[in-house]
T-cell receptor, first 112, second 114 residues
Framework: KAGVTQTPRYLIKTRGQQVTLSCSPISGHRSVSWYQQTPGQGLQFLFEYFSETQRNKGNFPGRFSGRQFSNSRSEMNVSTLELGDSALYLC???????????FGSGTRLTVV | QKEVEQNSGPLSVPEGAIASLNCTYSDRVSQSFFWYRQYSGKSPELIMSIYSNGDKEDGRFTAQLNKASQYVSLLIRDSQPSDSATYLCAVKEGGEERGSRLTFGEGTQLTVNP
């Protein structure tokens, strides 16, 4: 099976702009989660989607949003970018139950 | 806020030694625990999962879980330089009906010296 695919790999944006990141989960995985990784805060949960519904949301401002499509692919959007949004954004998918989460390669976002 | 804490690093061991990584968690209802390995500049890679008290072995890796004491550990036997990475302890919170999330520790940086 192909792994979790995230696009783009790298992104440079200017403060105030918005950005959309994409994630294609492993085939058959219906749960998709997003995480932000920074040197200072580590890995932090953003949100989880299952069958096109957001089931869980982390403690991030409303500028961070996401969605999931009927084919389980997911996107996350960050509006009005701030310098502090510079991070590695990771998408993870899983089968459900006790199975672990498989992460994609991530999107490295730099806000200048 | 649920917490996951890992033993502070960095940890340095000689090649061939046993590396011991520890993690404690605060959420008593958590049922699933994972260890991820992350090489510099890469994404986390799942190396072990454990759900029941006791030991679980997979090759050179052994995960240990003690729910009463709320700790989970990872032992790496016959450590190799290629094991040098940051190891992340993750605890799954929530369930299938209402959604779940992973809460990560801050990670322990392991260096295996040849």
């Amino acid at each position: 099976k192909a792994g979790v695919t995230q696009t783009p790999r790298y992104l440079i944006k200017t403060r105030g702009q918005q950005v959309t990141l994409s994630c294609s989960p492993i085939s058959g995985h219906r749960s998709v989660s997003w995480y932000q990784q920074t040197p200072g805060q580590g890995l932090q949960f953003l949100f989880e989607y299952f069958s096109e519904t957001q089931r869980n949301k982390g403690n991030f401002p409303g500028r961070f949003s996401g969605r999931q499509f009927s084919n389980s692919r997911s996107e996350m959007n960050v509006s009005t970018l701030e310098l502090g949004d510079s991070a590695l954004y990771l998408c993870a998918s899983r089968e459900g139950g006790y199975y672990g989460y498989t992460f994609g390669s991530g999107t490295r976002l730099t806000v200048v | 806020q649920k917490e996951v804490e890992q033993n502070s690093g960095p940890l340095s061991v000689p090649e061939g030694a046993i590396a011991s990584l520890n993690c404690t968690y605060s959420d008593r209802v958590s049922q699933s625990f994972f260890w991820y390995r992350q090489y510099s500049g890469k994404s986390p890679e799942l190396i072990m999962s454990i759900y029941s008290n006791g030991d679980k072995e997979d090759g050179r890796f052994t995960a240990q879980l003690n729910k009463a004491s709320q700790y989970v550990s990872l032992l790496i036997r016959d450590s190799q330089p290629s094991d040098s990475a940051t190891y992340l302890c993750a605890v799954k919170e929530g369930g299938e009906e209402r959604g779940s999330r992973l809460t990560f520790g801050e990670g322990t940086q392991l260096t295996v010296n040849p």
